[in-house]
T-cell receptor, first 113, second 115 residues
Framework: DTEVTQTPKHLVMGMTNKKSLKCEQH?????MYWYKQKAKKPPELMFV???????INESVPSRFSPECPNSSLLNLHLHALQPEDSALYLC????????????FGPGTRLLVL | AQSVTQLGSHVSVSEGALVLLRCNYS??????LFWYVQYPNQGLQLLLK??????LVKGINGFEAEFKKSETSFHLTKPSAHMSDAAEYFC?????????????FGAGTTVTVRA
């Protein structure tokens, strides 16, 4: 089973709201990733967690706050977002980080009004 | 730094015709290479990958790709296109160094299939 699940599927939020995206995998993977994808563009890496520790932050604004409560769960907390943050947010996981295959979830479509 | 180039942002094929999507990478160290497909409003699905060994790699849905080190290429093919192959395709590379595991994506190729 190579399934990564993400909730919610769709999210609409105002610029003053606080919301969270959730990602879960039960494949025993120890690396988890958040990507942002705009229409017709490749995914852009935001954060990487390796063994539940943040190992990469690609200079993402502080209005995005990742959290890895355990090895199976990854959250992305959202606060005071801007309309340009509207995008598809993808979670991925891999066994480790070195040249490992990344498996992607279905994504959360976020619209910021 | 690693980079991945996909030639052709849009490919249109007739149903039953050959699908050929081109991907070239630039790396001094042979990377691991991947092809992902993304259907509308969905996440990325792994089609196939090259790590080491056999250079002709077979994937899901009848796709295959050949790693050619001399040409730094990893082109994706399918002998006979089906309407369900209409999607966005991304080539990606994982670097060969243990301290740099960022996946580099090409810009993507949109495939449309004509009936």
């Amino acid at each position: 089973d190579t399934e990564v699940t993400q909730t919610p599927k769709h999210l609409v939020m105002g610029m003053t709201n606080k919301k969270s995206l959730k990602c879960e995998q039960h494949m025993g993977h120890r690396a988890m990733y958040w990507y942002k994808q705009k229409a017709k563009k490749p995914p852009e890496l935001m954060f990487v967690y390796s063994y539940e520790k943040l190992s990469i932050n690609e200079s993402v604004p502080s209005r995005f706050s990742p959290e890895c409560p355990n090895s199976s769960l990854l959250n992305l907390h959202l606060h005071a977002l801007q309309p340009e943050d509207s995008a598809l947010y993808l979670c991925a996981s891999s066994l480790g980080t070195y040249q490992e295959t990344q498996y992607f979830g279905p994504g959360t479509r976020l619209l910021v009004l | 730094a690693q980079s991945v180039t996909q030639l052709g942002s849009h490919v249109s094929v007739s149903e039953g015709a050959l699908v050929l999507l081109r991907c070239n990478y630039s790396s001094s160290v042979p990377p691991y290479l991947f092809w992902y497909v993304q259907y509308p409003n969905q996440g990325l699905q792994l089609l196939l990958k090259y790590t080491t060994g056999a250079t002709l790699v077979k994937g899901i849905n009848g796709f295959e790709a050949e790693f050619k080190k001399s040409e730094t290429s990893f082109h994706l093919t399918k002998p006979s296109a089906h309407m369900s192959d209409a999607a966005e395709y991304f080539c990606a590379a994982s670097p060969g160094r243990s301290n740099d595991y960022k996946l580099s994506f090409g810009a993507g190729t949109t495939v449309t299939v004509r009936a």
